[in-house]
């Protein structure tokens, strides 16, 4: 009977019910988001990586594994990998930030095409000029460039001589020279990429090279691959961290805010309530139950509207952001909106359950 | 004679405004036999209003014993007035006091939950229902029932639960002349079919007229009985 009594109060509200389930919702939602931003991107980056299709990473002793650095390893290195045994080709590139997380690689188109096999070009073809560049069909789409426009980076423009199906190493690529050039790193790339004749001498190989190069970050695709992963990242978890706890204050706030209105506006009725014989613990419990019910509401709109978010972020800027759903997180969502929405309605169900019975009959 | 279902000695009420103490009920002793229709009528101030929230448990007494249907209100926390509002007293407002949400037998089934019932009408009470003429509107919610239906269906769910006293508030204080007297018959038949014991709070000598006795009260006191 009461379950009735809350549901068809929320039901009475059904605009003030919306939205507040839907302020919720967006809560979730940005929680939602965030994560499969963090997790959509590095599974991004992660495929891209593995589309290099190199056996062995090596990245300079002072680069950490995911910076957007540019140049850190000499590139006399590359000669020094390639008379490694077992290394039948070296490719390296350089990173260069072209604003936000966006980042262009330089490259030696025949060092990586010899490395990873021919890019699958869907327009156009390899660099014929030094301010060339090759940009994926993601990218391509997303700013509506095609071959022959310009791309305006690093302080010049670049001619698009062709492009390619995405999906292997960067989104832009230019000629490794111009690069170094353009931002000042002459002689130096971000990263080594080896290929060895046969993948079973992997360990053989990172082991000879950790010999020669203890400092070194010399990874195996597989190892490279698994720090592709938000644990492995205790900036991104701590922003995460840092949202779910906003989360929680605005979920708060929103649910404070929402339950202190409705415990006003039925104050009569609580106080109706308490003449037919409700204790303070009932009239606790109804508002509880309200509350559970906007949590639930809105979660499930939270779920639903990162779904949009999901699909807005992959289709209008997947060459900047991408984003997966995340369904092993729906639970926790749940939990945090389930708390801060109980939070919110403590102080309003502690002053409906308080109010004076005789009070609340004659409120106007 | 019998033990009167309603037995009030020396009641003092004291409100405190401000600094200033207001002095509600001065002294009120009243006995009321079970099964009486009984009228406390006066005008605004004359301190019915506040009897009326002692003996339904709403507030407390400064000074003086209640005691309804064996129990001393005077002596009951906010946990023994909850529970005698459950099962002792049902209310009847000037206006109606109806859940805006629920329907008409919503409204009813509600009291009866919280005061423990479960499980469906019985069938006297559905009976009562067609009594009270209101046994046709009971999907309705208040909004879309005239001001006699609402008070009627009121009336049901202060029976509902079979309390030794009813409690009414200027029942007719916010009725037409003909709901009024509708309403009056029927706090009058009930009181006659079912012996339900009735305190009925007016301001209105025609109200008033319709029960077995009219106590009056003037600055907190009985003046006549």
Same mark, same amino acid.
């Given at each position: 009977?009461?379950?009735?009594?809350?549901?068809?109060?929320?039901?009475?509200?059904?605009?003030?019910?919306? #939205? &507040? *389930? +839907? $302020?919720?919702? !967006?809560?979730? /939602?940005?929680?939602?988001?965030?994560? %499969?931003?963090?997790?959509?991107?590095?599974?991004?980056?992660?495929?891209?990586?593995?589309?290099?299709?190199?056996?062995?990473?090596?990245?300079?002793?002072?680069?950490?594994?995911?910076?957007?650095?540019?140049?850190?390893?000499?590139?006399?290195?590359?000669?020094?990998?390639?008379?490694?045994?077992?290394?039948?080709?070296?490719?390296?590139?350089?990173?260069?930030?072209?604003?936000?997380?966006?980042?262009?690689?330089?490259?030696?188109?025949?060092? #990586? &095409? *010899? +490395? $990873?096999?021919? !890019?699958?070009? /869907?327009?156009?073809?390899?660099?014929? %000029?030094?301010?060339?560049?090759?940009?994926?069909?993601?990218?391509?789409?997303?700013?509506?460039?095609?071959?022959?426009?310009?791309?305006?980076?690093?302080?010049?423009?670049?001619?698009?001589?062709?492009?390619?199906?995405?999906?292997?190493?960067?989104?832009?690529?230019?000629?490794?020279?111009?690069?170094?050039?353009?931002?000042?790193?002459?002689?130096?790339?971000?990263?080594?990429?080896?290929?060895?004749?046969?993948?079973?001498?992997?360990?053989?190989?990172? *082991?000879?090279?950790?010999?020669?190069?203890?400092?070194?970050?010399?990874?195996?695709?597989?190892?490279?691959?698994?720090?592709?992963?938000?644990?492995?990242?205790?900036?991104?978890?701590?922003?995460?961290?840092?949202?779910?706890?906003?989360?929680?204050?605005?979920?708060?706030?929103?649910?404070?805010?929402?339950?202190?209105?409705?415990?006003?506006?039925?104050?009569?009725?609580?106080?109706?309530?308490?003449?037919?014989?409700?204790?303070?613990?009932?009239?606790?419990?109804?508002?509880?139950?309200?509350?559970?019910?906007?949590?639930?509401?809105?979660?499930?709109?939270?779920?639903?509207?990162?779904?949009?978010?999901?699909?807005?972020?992959?289709?209008?800027?997947?060459?900047?952001?991408?984003?997966?759903?995340?369904?092993?997180?729906?639970?926790?969502?749940?939990?945090?909106?389930?708390?801060?929405?109980?939070?919110?309605?403590?102080?309003?169900?502690?002053?409906?359950?308080?109010?004076?019975?005789?009070?609340?009959?004659?409120?106007? | 004679?019998?033990?009167?279902?309603?037995?009030?000695?020396?009641?003092?009420?004291?409100?405190?405004?401000?600094?200033?103490?207001?002095?509600?009920?001065?002294?009120?002793?009243?006995?009321?036999?079970?099964?009486?229709?009984?009228?406390?009528?006066?005008?605004?101030?004359?301190?019915?209003?506040?009897?009326?929230?002692?003996?339904?448990?709403?507030?407390?007494?400064?000074?003086?014993?209640?005691?309804?249907?064996?129990?001393?209100?005077?002596?009951?926390?906010?946990?023994?007035?909850?529970?005698?509002?459950?099962?002792?007293?049902?209310?009847?407002?000037?206006?109606?006091?109806?859940?805006?949400?629920?329907?008409?037998?919503?409204?009813?089934?509600?009291?009866?939950?919280?005061?423990?019932?479960?499980?469906?009408?019985?069938?006297?009470?559905?009976?009562?229902?067609?009594?009270?003429?209101?046994?046709?509107?009971?999907?309705?919610?208040?909004?879309?029932?005239?001001?006699?239906?609402?008070?009627?269906?009121?009336?049901?769910?202060?029976?509902?639960?079979?309390?030794?006293?009813?409690?009414?508030?200027?029942?007719?204080?916010?009725?037409?002349?003909?709901?009024?007297?509708?309403?009056?018959?029927?706090?009058?038949?009930?009181?006659?079919?079912?012996?339900?014991?009735?305190?009925?709070?007016?301001?209105?000598?025609?109200?008033?007229?319709?029960?077995?006795?009219?106590?009056?009260?003037?600055?907190?006191?009985?003046?006549?009985?």
């Amino acid at each position: 009977m009461i379950n009735r009594l809350v549901f068809e109060n929320l039901r009475h509200r059904k605009l003030r019910t919306g #939205l &507040t *389930a +839907l $302020s919720i919702g !967006f809560q979730v /939602t940005m929680i939602l988001t965030v994560v %499969g931003l963090s997790r959509g991107m590095l599974q991004d980056s992660a495929n891209r990586a593995r589309g290099v299709g190199a056996d062995i990473w090596v990245k300079s002793p002072d680069a950490s594994i995911m910076s957007l650095s540019s140049g850190t390893l000499p590139q006399a290195m590359l000669d020094y990998y390639a008379r490694q045994p077992h290394v039948a080709h070296v490719a390296g590139s350089l990173m260069a930030v072209i604003g936000g997380v966006s980042t262009a690689s330089g490259i030696d188109f025949d060092q #990586l &095409t *010899a +490395l $990873s096999g021919p !890019f699958h070009f /869907t327009e156009g073809g390899p660099f014929r %000029g030094p301010n060339d560049v090759i940009i994926d069909t993601w990218y391509a789409e997303q700013n509506d460039k095609r071959v022959g426009g310009t791309v305006r980076m690093l302080n010049r423009d670049w001619r698009v001589c062709g492009i390619v199906q995405s999906g292997r190493l960067a989104r832009l690529f230019v000629p490794l020279a111009t690069l170094q050039d353009a931002t000042n790193n002459h002689g130096k790339v971000s990263q080594a990429f080896l290929k060895l004749d046969d993948r079973r001498n992997t360990n053989a190989v990172i *082991a000879a090279l950790k010999a020669e190069q203890p400092d070194y970050k010399i990874y195996s695709i597989e190892e490279f691959l698994s720090q592709f992963s938000p644990e492995n990242l205790p900036m991104l978890r701590a922003f995460i961290y840092v949202i779910e706890g906003l989360s929680i204050v605005v979920g708060f706030l929103v649910v404070s805010l929402t339950m202190y209105t409705t415990v006003l506006e039925r104050t009569r009725e609580i106080g109706i309530l308490k003449a037919l014989g409700a204790a303070p613990a009932d009239i606790m419990g109804m508002l509880a139950r309200e509350t559970v019910l906007l949590a639930v509401g809105g979660w499930i709109a939270g779920i639903l509207l990162s779904f949009a978010a999901n699909f807005a972020i992959n289709h209008f800027v997947r060459a900047s952001l991408q984003s997966v759903i995340t369904p092993d997180w729906w639970p926790r969502v749940f939990a945090i909106a389930l708390v801060a929405s109980l939070l919110g309605a403590i102080y309003p169900g502690l002053r409906a359950a308080r109010q004076d019975a005789i009070e609340a009959l004659s409120y106007e | 004679m019998a033990e009167p279902i309603i037995r009030i000695r020396d009641l003092c009420k004291i409100y405190r405004l401000g600094d200033v103490d207001v002095h509600a009920l001065r002294g009120v002793s009243l006995d009321v036999p079970k099964g009486e229709f009984l009228a406390i009528a006066g005008p605004s101030g004359s301190g019915k209003s506040t009897l009326f929230h002692i003996l339904g448990g709403l507030t407390q007494p400064t000074s003086g014993s209640v005691v309804v249907d064996g129990e001393d209100l005077a002596q009951l926390g906010d946990t023994g007035r909850t529970r005698l509002r459950r099962n002792k007293v049902g209310f009847v407002f000037q206006r109606y006091n109806l859940l805006p949400t629920l329907t008409a037998l919503g409204n009813i089934e509600i009291a009866r939950y919280i005061s423990g019932h479960k499980g469906p009408l019985e069938k006297g009470f559905l009976e009562l229902l067609k009594l009270l003429k209101i046994d046709g509107r009971l999907d309705h919610k208040p909004r879309a029932l005239s001001g006699g239906e609402q008070q009627r269906v009121a009336i049901a769910r202060a029976l509902v639960n079979h309390p030794a006293i009813l409690l009414a508030d200027e029942p007719t204080g916010n009725l037409d002349t003909e709901n009024a007297l509708a309403v009056l018959d029927v706090l009058r038949d009930l009181n006659r079919r079912l012996g339900q014991t009735i305190l009925m709070i007016t301001h209105n000598p025609e109200a008033a007229a319709y029960a077995d006795r009219i106590a009056h009260m003037r600055d907190g006191r009985i003046l006549e009985d």
